[in-house]
């Protein structure tokens, strides 16, 4: 049993936390996500049926859920003057795009995040991004548009951070 959820997490750790960066928006928040999911997984490891993956994952989004249920929303830091951003087709424009992308996904509502990040990070279709949320299709496609559309709203170079990502 040991050897067996060893060599998993040597396999799929990379992975995981880099589903967990994109939730927390922090590497060690991420990390520490990760490896409290691993913790729970390494405890229930004798009866996980099948693949373990999607049953650690499930645990990140759980906790990362409980987390936002538990913390008061961090308070906005306003500023006089927006910051100045690079021309598009400048050298940072990519990099910039980016952050200001990840800014804005860790602004939006956790369900939102949570199926933005299974839809278009992993890459999973709305059937599955609902089992492992524990909802129906159809709150994940709502959750889907509405998270799009506030993207959108607060990143309007996200037609040009679409090209960046692909």
């Given amino acids: 049993?040991?050897?067996?959820?060893?060599?998993?997490?040597?396999?799929?750790?990379?992975?995981?936390?880099?589903?967990?960066?994109?939730?927390?928006?922090?590497?060690?928040?991420?990390?520490?996500?990760?490896?409290?999911?691993?913790?729970?997984?390494?405890?229930?490891?004798?009866?996980i049926r099948g693949e373990a993956e999607p049953y650690v994952?499930?645990?990140?989004?759980?906790?990362?859920?409980?987390g936002w249920r538990r913390r008061a929303r961090h308070a906005e830091l306003t500023m006089a003057?927006?910051?100045?951003?690079?021309a598009p087709g400048s050298?940072?424009?990519?990099?910039?795009?980016?952050?200001?992308l990840r800014q804005a996904l860790l602004a939006l509502p956790p369900r939102q995040r949570a199926v933005l990040v299974l839809r278009y990070l992993e890459d999973r279709s709305i059937e599955e991004t609902a089992e492992v949320l524990g909802c129906r299709?159809?709150?994940?496609?709502?959750?889907?548009?509405?998270?799009?559309?506030?993207?959108?709203?607060?990143?309007?170079?996200l037609d040009l951070a679409a090209e960046v990502l692909r």
Avoid at 23 to 39: C, I, P
Avoid at 57 to 66: H, K, P, T
Avoid at 137 to 157: F, H, I
């Fill in 57 to 66: 994952r499930r645990i990140i989004y759980n906790d990362r859920a409980s």
């Fill in 1 to 47: 049993m040991e050897t067996e959820f060893t060599a998993f997490v040597a396999e799929r750790s990379h992975a995981l936390v880099r589903v967990a960066y994109a939730l927390t928006g922090d590497q060690r928040a991420a990390e520490d996500l990760v490896q409290g999911a691993l913790a729970k997984a390494y405890a229930r490891w004798p009866r």
């Fill in 137 to 157: 299709p159809g709150t994940v496609a709502s959750q889907a548009a509405r998270g799009l559309a506030k993207l959108r709203q607060l990143v309007p170079e």
């Fill in 81 to 86: 003057e927006l910051p100045d951003r690079p």
């Fill in 91 to 100: 050298l940072d424009h990519d990099a910039t795009v980016r952050l200001v």
